[in-house]
């Protein structure tokens, strides 16, 4: 069974950081693609980043500029760093991954919150 552990959120100020982990278990993770979502009140989830096993990277254009996906295949980690914060990046933000794309196993969130 895989089991996605996220960590990392708070809350912080418009323009400030955070770095969102996420712990993968019971999976061969080099061979897993990884990716982070997230979900604000009252609106759908949407994609924010994902990284390939060949650590191909996809942004949405929110996060472009702003925020890096990377992973460390030695400790079975994907990270999320976010730089210059802001309001509408509050949200819960989950950890996603698959065996070839995302979206096949789920964390359980972790909340961001930017005050303004």
């Known amino acids: 069974q895989v089991r996605l552990v996220e960590s990392g959120g708070g809350l912080v100020q418009t323009g400030g950081s955070l770095r969102l982990s996420c712990a993968a278990s019971?999976?061969?993770?080099?061979?897993?693609?990884m990716g982070w979502y997230r979900q604000a009140p009252g609106k759908q989830r949407e994609l924010v980043a994902t990284?390939?096993?060949?650590?191909?990277?996809n942004y949405a254009d929110s996060a472009k500029g702003r925020f890096t996906i990377s992973r460390d295949n030695a400790k079975n980690t994907v990270y999320l760093q976010m730089n210059s914060l802001k309001p509408e990046d509050t949200a819960v933000y989950y950890c996603t991954g698959g065996p070839k794309v995302v979206g096949i196993w789920w964390g359980q969130g972790t909340q961001v919150t930017v005050s303004s």
């Open positions: 990284m390939t096993t060949s650590s191909t990277r």
């Open positions: 019971g999976t061969i993770f080099t061979l897993a693609a």
